[in-house]
């Protein structure tokens, strides 16, 4: 027969359900003995017993009947004797009936004889009293009560055999108990052993194999790959160990086979990570450097074997882009930064270098967290081309405000003083230069409050404003266009509203822009929504109309400087959300526009609540 893995075991287990079944009914017969043990006692003492007490009771009975008779009640005397002396030979009867212990037979003997006499004496007593009462006392004190004696003593005996009998019986029962106790004691402990013994045994060979399976696991783990199982049984223990071996073998020849290749790719891939221009920083899954390029290490001021194994923190000492990295771990996507505050800049001697990062979590094809890659790329050369750009455009729109200034004075004057000496003609165009000069002036003036903002010149004048301020300064100025067009200004406050903490001339720009907007782009009769709620730390102003709605290729860029929407209604400089968003920035907040083609836009910015 073929001992399967399953059989072993319930073979373990059979063998220990066949002890407790042989426990099991080793006590049973053990009670079945002792309760006929005590069955014995009850049935064969209990009833001579009872016999004995029943004959002496109609023995005293009959005597205390006669003493009656002497004492005068004759009549009730003789008929208790007679009634009693039946009952005596009722009782002496069942006796004799049930004679089975040693010394019964003469002990009735002697009740016989005893009682033959006693009877003798009573009737001489009953013949005494009739001619002497006086002298039958004499005759019962001296004659009767010695035989009634005799008999009462001979009834005791045959009572205290039977009591003997049942103590004997007692001790015997007891013996057994005592006896059937020790018995189950010894072989409930030779069933333990013999099932721990066996159990021990099945146990040791059933994991045995599993602890060498465990073992050779850890010396594959290890890299050992020359280890093999034994299989010393054809169970299913044996055939995994077998198997176990097939795979370790074809373990070993794919290690061979591709360990050097593997060596080569990682070689590739470190030549490669080496020649990137970019700072390249490789973290593992507990923010462990992994891996760092010469950039990289150069713009922390160390070598690349003095960063491995040190923590990301250590080695870079940035929180913020470590806040970014640990929420790509955590998360396993790309983290969401602002592109303003993708930028971070280092001190490098006497002078400052600015870095644009980016991090990209790596994941194993089980989608397990692997780490994380940190790329930095030197923007130091844009941000300084950056700042001169700033520079020239703020000094340019400088220059530029004072002649057309002139210009713009001078086309004025003409239009006050020349205006009926011109043809038709002279006059639409000295309007259009007038209406271009003032767009100039416009633009101008946007270009150089964006400039101010960018390079951080313009002054903010912080305050703790109420959010109701901020609509009654910036609406007004728009009731009778709005009026004009039969446009519905609708203003919602949430009750409770905090302050803001807010330069009150700046957001009022905002507002005014972004209304002004709105109204552009609302058709007559339509309506703009002015709302302002509260979430936790920031309170969310929007305006939102019914418009035609902005594209989805423009809703990414238009807050972008020069950008606008194309289309009939467009006019303007493309600067003024540009400067909301600088404006919105400079207050520590945020602007978007949540927007669907055909059904209207909604601009939101955010104000942190002054504490």
């Given at each position: 027969m073929r001992w399967t893995l399953r059989k072993k075991i319930l073979f373990g287990y059979g063998i220990t359900l066949a002890l407790g079944v042989v426990v099991f009914a080793w006590a049973l017969l053990n009670l079945l003995r002792l309760g006929r043990a005590s069955d014995e006692i009850l049935r064969e003492n209990y009833s001579a017993i009872n016999t004995a007490e029943n004959i002496l009771d109609a023995l005293a009975r009959q005597d205390r009947a006669w003493l009656n008779l002497l004492l005068g009640h004759k009549t009730e005397g003789l008929r208790e004797a007679q009634e009693y002396e039946s009952q005596f030979f009722q009782w002496l009867a069942r006796a004799k009936d049930d004679i089975t212990l040693e010394g019964e037979e003469e002990v009735q003997k002697r009740i016989d004889s005893g009682y033959e006499a006693y009877l003798a004496n009573i009737n001489k007593l009953e013949v005494i009293f009739q001619l002497d009462p006086i002298a039958a006392?004499?005759?019962?004190?001296?004659?009767?009560?010695?035989?009634?004696?005799?008999?009462?003593?001979?009834?005791?005996?045959l009572r205290q055999i039977s009591e003997k009998a049942m103590v004997k019986a007692g001790d015997r029962a007891q013996h057994i108990a005592r006896r059937a106790i020790w018995s189950m004691i010894g072989?409930?402990?030779?069933?333990?052993?013999?099932?721990?013994?066996?159990?021990?045994i099945l146990s040791t060979r059933l994991v045995q194999p599993v602890l060498q399976l465990m073992e050779a696991t850890q010396k594959i783990g290890g890299g050992q790959y020359d280890v093999t199982i034994p299989a010393e049984s054809s169970d299913e223990l044996g055939r995994l160990a077998q198997e176990f071996n097939a795979m370790v073998g074809k373990l070993k020849g794919f290690h061979d086979l591709n360990l050097g290749q593997v060596v080569s790719e990682k070689r590739k891939a470190e030549a490669v990570i080496q020649s990137i221009d970019d700072g390249i920083v490789v973290v593992d899954a507990r923010f462990k450097v992994t891996g760092i390029n010469r950039t990289a290490?150069?713009?922390?001021?160390?070598?690349?074997?003095?960063?491995?194994?040190?923590?990301?923190?250590?080695?870079?000492g940035n929180e913020r882009i470590f806040s970014y990295l640990k929420q790509s771990a955590e998360t396993g996507a790309v983290p969401e930064i602002d592109e303003n505050n993708r930028v971070f800049s280092i001190q490098q001697g006497e002078s400052q270098r600015h870095y644009h990062f980016s991090i990209t979590p790596v994941e194993s094809e089980a989608g397990?967290?692997?780490?994380?890659?940190?790329l930095l790329r030197d923007v130091t050369r844009l941000k300084e081309l950056d700042r001169l750009k700033t520079e020239f455009v703020m000094t340019a729109s400088h220059e530029l405000r004072t002649p057309l200034t002139g210009i713009a004075m001078s086309i004025d004057l003409l239009r006050e003083q020349a205006m009926g000496k011109l043809d038709p003609k002279e006059q639409q165009l000295l309007d259009a230069a007038h209406e271009e000069v003032q767009r100039l002036k416009v633009l101008v003036s946007n270009l150089l409050d964006l400039s101010r903002i960018e390079?951080?010149?313009?002054?903010?004048?912080?305050?703790?404003?109420?959010?109701q301020l901020l609509f009654d300064k910036a609406v007004p100025p728009f009731k009778a266009q709005s009026d004009e067009k039969s446009v519905h200004l609708a203003i919602t406050l949430s009750p409770g509203l905090p302050r803001v903490k807010a330069d009150a001339h700046k957001i009022t720009w905002v507002l005014t822009n972004l209304i002004s907007n709105a109204l552009r782009y609302t058709n007559n009769g339509g309506q703009i929504r002015l709302r302002a709620e509260n979430y936790g730390p920031q309170v969310h102003i929007s305006v939102g109309d019914d418009g035609p709605g902005i594209p989805y290729?423009?809703?990414?860029?238009?807050f972008e400087k020069f950008?606008?929407?194309?289309?009939?209604?467009?006019?303007?400089?493309?600067?003024?959300?540009a400067i909301c968003r600088e404006i919105v920035r400079a207050h520590g907040g945020a602007i978007w526009v949540d927007s669907t083609p055909g059904r209207g836009s909604t601009f939101t910015f955010t104000l942190p609540v002054s504490q």
């Open positions: 006392h004499k005759f019962y004190r001296e004659k009767v009560l010695p035989s009634f004696r005799a008999v009462r003593d001979a009834c005791r005996d072989i409930g402990i030779a069933a333990v052993a013999i099932g721990l013994g066996f159990s021990l290490a150069r713009v922390f001021g160390l070598e690349p074997a003095q960063a491995i194994e040190r923590h990301f923190l250590d080695v870079v397990s967290m692997v780490g994380v890659v940190l390079a951080g010149k313009i002054e903010m004048e912080f305050d703790r404003v109420p959010v290729e423009y809703q990414t860029k238009i950008v606008q929407v194309k289309g009939d209604k467009a006019s303007g400089s493309g600067l003024g959300l």
